[in-house]
């Protein structure tokens, strides 16, 4: 690392400290810490959310990834896009919930099943999620101490530590520093402008690859595969049992049916000013996802050309001596790809990298914080409380809580020894909870006749078969199935489970207009400062893709190139197969097809959405800090729930706190 390396690595810092500063004076209640006032626009959104997937740890995830699939998982996910498309544009779950003004999941599960639902679920969640969340600081301290160049190993106060274990320490320390701050404010805002200089460095970067490497190169490594392990044609990769078409079918469905279910960023999902602000944002992080994509694919791939092919050997030998001096077989694996990259950037593009890895750190791990430790105070400490929490006394158990979940991290990512994927790490950690709880989402927005005993059931089922898939695994070596088709398997029963419960025990249907305020209770979120607008489905294309009134002229062009682009992908999978059925293509044609598929188009969404998403942004943040000034503090708006409905809701109804509730 050089002298302008480590001064564009100083640039996150500054940020985080200066807007951490800035943005305390805007939270005034536990709506502002939870969710941002929820007056977040689209751009914050989309922007801010997507940055949860720019840490250090994600990248080392995909190189995990891109090393064992190349290209042919890419062939095999244009099967399903179309599918998850449609369910982002028609704001499947997201929309819904939004209506709900739930600030939290198990709040909602209050609303539509109990307060013990709620704080079971609570519980589930905050320790699926402390799990899911413990590698994450661990793993990505790692990467950059490696990225970096440090030893293993450090001396301090005549005790030697490994080194990632100060970094982590440091980093934590500095995420929970804009957790602490000002709740979500902070984290979106920071989030943003974290995204809107990733999209600048994204750009330098690829140009940097782009001279560095030829095609040809990296064609002549990629090719060089035994049969059944193809990098480049996804017909000839059967040998890859983790990472194939089942992988993505499977996960497509997974992806499905937890719609939402994974509250790692649960703030961002009741931030937006309205619903349709919501699915728009999901939309528009679609569009900015394959700009982001060139880096990540470029970077892998660049990183195998590098450490095989005999231009590079040189640099290379340097690269597997380092990697050899680390004691763990699975770390020298994770941070073979890592160490690669730090040595084929030139000076500035290695520090432009490394600014984005540490800006996703800070970004990434402040919203588990916020998220993991806003569901400890808000779905187990809430519910189980006879007297509410005042405004201040609230506030401060929800940063104690975030601080708790932060030295957990801290320890979970010192002791554990990781022995499987990332990646199948994460699959199997969320099904503990999702496994069992998409079902009584899914159930709980869109039928009546879910019933509280349906989704204990799906619960218990899911959430059970997904922890005895994790034992299995992990004592056996052997064991058959891995992370995702774990997840599957558990996520089919407790869907059949719910029906089935739910049928047998349904003596009265459910107050879907109370719970969703339309009909009757349509004034409720105005009368609050909200807008909310019923969707209701118009032309053919609407009902089609899930486009509905609430769409402007703009959106509804916005949805639909992004649709047709997908559509266009889908349409080249089934031509694709059906020829290289009957006339299969060699390399050659494969890899002049990538080229241009997954790195020239990416390339041109980058700067594309470069421009966009920065004008976005800028116009968001700005929206956004006008709207927390004017916004008038609720404070009976904390996440308590009263006879299945929100504690203001009930005050608004000017209903007696002293009568028993229903």
């Not at 608004?652 to 009568?659: C, I, K, P, T």
Request: with cysteine; glycine share 10%; aromatic share 14%.
């Amino acid at each position: 690392m050089s002298f302008l390396d480590w001064s564009i690595v100083a640039i996150p810092l500054l940020i985080v400290f200066s807007v951490g500063l800035y943005c305390r004076r805007y939270v005034r209640s536990v709506a502002d810490f939870m969710s941002g006032g929820r007056v977040a626009d689209r751009y914050l959104l989309a922007i801010a959310g997507g940055e949860l997937q720019a840490g250090a740890v994600v990248f080392v995830a995909l190189f995990e990834v891109i090393s064992h699939s190349g290209f042919t998982l890419t062939w095999w996910g244009w099967a399903s896009a179309p599918i998850a498309l449609v369910v982002g544009i028609s704001g499947f779950i997201i929309y819904r919930f939004r209506e709900t003004r739930a600030m939290t999941l198990a709040q909602f599960f209050e609303l539509r099943y109990s307060k013990a639902f709620r704080l079971f679920t609570g519980v589930l969640g905050f320790f699926a999620g402390i799990l899911n969340f413990g590698i994450i600081p661990a793993v990505g301290a790692r990467c950059l101490a490696y990225f970096w160049g440090l030893p293993e190993n450090i001396t301090l106060l005549s005790h030697s530590m490994p080194t990632y274990v100060l970094l982590m320490a440091v980093f934590l320390s500095v995420s929970l520093f804009v957790g602490l701050s000002g709740g979500l404010v902070t984290i979106i805002v920071i989030n943003c402008l974290e995204g809107i200089i990733g999209q600048i460095f994204y750009l330098f970067i690829i140009a940097a690859l782009l001279v560095t490497f030829d095609w040809s190169q990296v064609v002549t490594v990629l090719q060089n595969r035994p049969p059944g392990e193809s990098l480049l044609n996804p017909f000839d990769s059967n040998s890859n049992h983790d990472f194939n078409v089942w992988y993505n079918l499977m996960g497509l469905a997974v992806a499905i049916y937890g719609t939402m279910a994974w509250q790692n960023a649960g703030g961002y999902q009741s931030a937006a000013s309205t619903p349709h602000e919501a699915r728009m944002g999901g939309i528009l992080g679609k569009w900015r996802e394959f700009g982001k994509s060139a880096v990540a694919v470029l970077l892998g791939i660049c990183a195998l050309t590098f450490l095989q092919h005999p231009h590079f050997a040189a640099q290379a030998a340097s690269v597997t001596s380092e990697v050899g001096r680390i004691s763990d077989p699975k770390v020298q694996s994770q941070m073979l790809m890592p160490v690669a990259v730090s040595h084929l950037l030139p000076i500035g593009v290695k520090g432009a990298l490394c600014a984005i890895f540490l800006m996703g750190v800070f970004g990434g791990d402040a919203t588990h914080l916020h998220s993991w430790g806003g569901i400890f105070v808000q779905d187990i400490l809430v519910p189980l409380r006879k007297k509410p929490f005042g405004p201040k006394q609230h506030l401060l158990a929800l940063r104690l809580s975030m601080t708790g979940v932060a030295l957990f991290a801290f320890l979970f990512g010192t002791l554990y020894r990781q022995t499987d994927y990332i990646v199948m790490w994460w699959s199997v950690t969320t099904a503990i909870y999702v496994g069992g709880a998409g079902a009584a989402i899914i159930g709980g927005l869109y039928w009546k006749k879910g019933t509280t005993a349906g989704a204990w059931t799906a619960l218990f089922a899911g959430s059970s078969l997904s922890v005895a898939g994790i034992v299995a695994r992990q004592l056996n070596d052997h064991f058959p199935l891995n992370g995702i088709k774990i997840s599957f398997g558990a996520t089919m029963i407790a869907i059949f489970l719910y029906i089935v419960v739910s049928l047998l025990t349904n003596k009265e249907d459910f107050n879907m207009d109370r719970l969703l305020h339309r009909g009757a209770y349509a004034a409720i979120p105005k009368e609050l400062g909200e807008a909310i607008v019923v969707p209701k489905r118009n032309v053919w294309l609407g009902r089609l893709i899930g486009i509905d009134e609430n769409f402007t002229v703009g959106d509804k062009w916005i949805a639909s190139l992004l649709f047709g682009w997908t559509f266009l992908l889908f349409c080249t999978f089934l031509i694709g197969s059906a020829w290289n059925y009957f006339s299969p293509w060699p390399l050659s044609v494969w890899a002049s097809f990538w080229e241009v598929v997954c790195v020239g188009f990416p390339i041109f969404f980058a700067v594309v959405t470069g421009i966009w998403f920065t004008w976005g942004g800028i116009k968001g943040m700005r929206g956004f800090f006008h709207r927390l000034q004017e916004e008038k503090a609720n404070h009976l708006d904390d996440g308590t729930v009263k006879g299945h409905q929100n504690l203001d809701e009930r005050a608004l109804a000017g209903v007696d706190e002293n009568q028993p509730v229903s």
